[in-house]
């Protein structure tokens, strides 16, 4: 009997992994969604007002012309409205039980890949990265993607921004170890060797929110962080919203989970 499944195909995502991505997606979609919906209100409200101040009164009365022009627009309104308020109440429970399971979903896989891999070269951020292909489906699927086009595994680079002080000046350059672009954002690795102050993490925060970036991950690693850093981590992680903030130990065997973030 063969016992080989998807699980066992590189070049396939696992099933639990399409179903984070799908998980994902759908709330993306919620959220558009409501979007669209108070895009389309505001619209069908403008249309209104601008018919009833500056139209109406210009042409000439035709039957039921005005009344079928105010129910259109407000069938319209109260659709997108209806479609809101229903985003707002279920839509909003299935985007919070979605949340929570693509949070549980990431912490337990951090947990169980970091337990069952190593150190494979002299390189902590390329070895974290190769990691985190188990962690994150968004970077499995780019290697995949990768392979089934050239052949070969997608590769890494650095990347340097300029970062600018409060009134724009004082540039100065800033080094990120690795930034991959992902479906979900940007997933960042920064490396600091030795340790890592809260200092070194304000100034990472603050180079990656000046970039305007979405942003799947921010990965912070180092063989150790201040004495107190994780009664500051809520500080640091409001630097920047929209960067998820984890923060990884690493020693000459391994890796070890810090502070994970709970935001997808």
């Not at 200092?199 to 150790?224: F, T």
């Not at 201040?226 to 992680?237: F, R, T």
Request: proline letters at 2%; glycine letters at 6%; hydrophobic letters at 40%.
């Amino acid at each position: 009997m063969n016992n080989e499944t998807e699980l066992d195909d590189p070049l396939e995502l696992s099933l639990q992994e399409r179903m984070n991505l799908t998980i994902k997606g759908y709330s993306n979609t919620l959220i558009f969604a409501g979007i669209i919906a108070i895009v389309i209100f505001i619209l069908g409200a403008y249309c209104i007002t601008f018919y009833l101040n500056n139209v109406s009164d210009m042409i000439e009365p035709v039957e039921g012309l005005h009344n079928a022009f105010y129910t259109l627009f407000g069938c319209i309104m109260l659709a997108s409205g209806g479609f809101f308020a229903w985003l707002c109440l279920s839509g909003r429970k299935s985007y919070k039980e979605n949340e929570s399971i693509n949070r549980e979903y990431t912490h337990q896989n951090y947990l169980l890949a970091l337990s069952v891999s190593g150190r494979e070269s002299e390189e902590a951020d390329l070895d974290f990265f190769n990691i985190a292909r188990d962690v994150f489906p968004e970077l499995k699927k780019l290697d995949i993607e990768s392979m089934k086009k050239s052949g070969e595994e997608f590769e890494v680079e650095d990347m340097t921004v300029e970062v600018k002080d409060y009134w724009g000046r004082n540039k100065r350059d800033y080094t990120f170890d690795i930034v991959t672009d992902t479906e979900n954002g940007k997933f960042i690795i920064k490396y600091f060797k030795k340790k890592a102050s809260y200092d070194d993490l304000e100034q990472c925060l603050n180079a990656g929110k000046y970039q305007n970036w979405d942003k799947l991950r921010l990965v912070c690693i180092a063989e150790n962080f201040d004495s107190d850093i994780l009664k500051k981590y809520e500080k640091l992680a409001v630097l920047d919203p929209n960067a998820p903030l984890d923060l990884i130990l690493v020693n000459e065997k391994g890796f070890q989970t810090l502070k994970i973030s709970d935001k997808n």
